[in-house]
């Protein structure tokens, strides 16, 4: 039982790592853009052919998802060097 009680805060501990990381990571993007909803499209039906393409908002928005899927990954691989370090300390072996 204590088992698994460990376990569950060791996930809580990195989960909330990971989000301390991640947060970093998007505080130092000066140019980090929000996905687009296409809601204008619709509203202005009559003259939307000229001020917005739909083909240009999925294009725009895939590229910013790829954006955060890139900071995710990131987090996670420094979060897994943040443990692949504080596990080498704790077992003695410092290099």
């Known amino acids: 039982m204590n088992l698994k009680r460990n376990e ?13 990381i991640l947060i970093a990571l998007i505080n130092q993007q000066n ?19 000229e001020k917005y393409d739909s083909s240009k908002i999925i294009e725009r928005n895939q ?14 691989a420094l979060d897994a060097l943040l443990e692949s370090e504080e596990n080498e300390i704790s077992n003695g072996n410092i290099s």
């Open 8 to 20: 569950a805060e060791d996930s809580i501990t990195r989960r909330s790592r990971l989000h301390e």
């Open 31 to 49: 140019d980090l853009e929000l996905m687009d909803d296409g809601v204008q499209i619709f509203n202005n039906s009559i003259n939307h052919s």
């Open 63 to 76: 590229r910013i998802i790829k954006k955060y899927q890139s900071l995710v990954r990131s987090a996670i």
